[in-house]
Nanobody, 124 residues
Framework: QVELVESGGGLVQAGGSLRLSCAASGRTFSSYTMAWFRQAPGSERLFVAAVSRSGSITKYADSVRGRFTISRADAKSTVYLQMNSLKPEDTAVYYC?????????????????WGQGTQVTVSS
């Protein structure tokens, strides 16, 4: 069982940056694939980025590749999402997700653990 708590969301102007954090409980954080998803009002929850258990493999949605960076710090049981060059279309609730497996899926249904979400709003 893993509990996830996101932080770091807020209001930022277009072109700005934010860093989201997701702190996990439990002693087996290193055995989890971790990911970020986002959901805008009236839309489905979409994949943003994922990182493998070792941290050596990362995957990104095309819409954020080159602007966002996912990383993990197992000693702190934390996964990060550094977001640069933010655009108004990045506005959404961002969710952290975890999966106790070596696979790195892009579909929300495959992740077993979820945080409560943090709001990111990018003004134009």
């Amino acid at each position: 069982q893993v509990e996830l708590v996101e932080s770091g969301g807020g209001l930022v102007q277009a072109g700005g940056s934010l860093r989201l954090s997701c702190a996990a409980s439990g002693r087996t954080f290193s055995s989890y694939t971790m990911a970020w998803f986002r959901q805008a009002p009236g839309s489905e929850r979409l994949f943003v980025a994922a990182v493998s258990r070792s941290g050596s493999i990362t995957k990104y949605a095309d819409s954020v590749r080159g602007r966002f960076t996912i990383s993990r710090a197992d000693a702190k049981s934390t996964v990060y999402l550094q977001m640069n060059s933010l655009k108004p279309e990045d506005t959404a609730v961002y969710y952290c997700a975890g999966l106790g497996s070596g696979i790195i899926p892009r579909t929300a249904l495959q992740y077993a653990y979820w945080g409560q979400g943090t709001q990111v709003t990018v003004s134009s």
